[in-house]
């Protein structure tokens, strides 16, 4: 039976932070009841489950792209990027990826099969999507220990009304994508000052 991962993301339209990518081999033998899209499932049962699919999988891997990536490739470019890391730091080789989405990285190892909505519909896509979604959430909250007056954990660098005050209030970041709309729109009008 051939071994089949799956590989989603997290974090593509924030305005701050790397996005997360994460490729999972799930056990037959060992099947995770409650599977979902992360973005339907509350934080505290997308924590269980992803400690879950750490302890039972075959194999996962978790990878990101950094802020200083995705301003040099855009944001797709960087998504695909870290899809590759996350797919060859798997322990055990699938013999095919599964990607949430329209679009497969161009340089993975074995062949991609795009998903549309695979997240909904395929469990390991599930799986990595949790995994994608529970370690960029702790580094927005890990951000937010650092910079408490942005709001990073509530709203994890989403262009929320909140972050957007916070920004116009105490500028922008290191962390923040500086190619974003309204990251790249105050910097225009701060002469670029990184606070």
Not at 9 to 21: I, K, M
Not at 105 to 119: F, N, R, S, Y
Request: include cysteine.
């Amino acid at each position: 039976m051939p071994l089949i991962c799956g590989v989603d993301e997290a974090g593509r339209g924030p305005l701050a932070g790397a996005v997360f990518t994460a490729a999972v081999i799930l056990d037959p033998a060992r099947p995770i009841a409650g599977l979902a899209d992360s973005k339907v499932l509350s934080e505290a049962k997308r924590d269980a489950l992803a400690a879950l699919i750490k302890r039972d999988a075959l194999a996962w891997c978790i990878a990101s792209a950094s802020v200083e990536e995705i301003d040099k490739l855009n944001i797709l470019h960087a998504t695909m990027l870290a899809m590759t890391r996350a797919v060859e730091g798997l322990p055990v080789r699938p013999d095919l990826a599964q990607i949430d989405g329209n679009r497969v990285p161009k340089h993975l190892p074995m062949p991609g099969e795009a998903i549309v909505k695979g997240d909904a519909k395929v469990a390991a896509i599930s799986a990595a999507s949790i995994l994608a979604k529970t370690a960029r959430d702790a580094e927005l909250v890990a951000l937010d220990a650092l910079h408490p007056q942005y709001g990073f954990a509530r709203h994890k660098g989403y262009p929320t009304a909140e972050h957007l005050a916070a920004i116009e209030a105490h500028g922008v970041l290191p962390a923040h994508r500086k190619t974003f709309g309204p990251v790249r729109a105050w910097l225009a009008s701060h002469q670029g000052a990184l606070f």
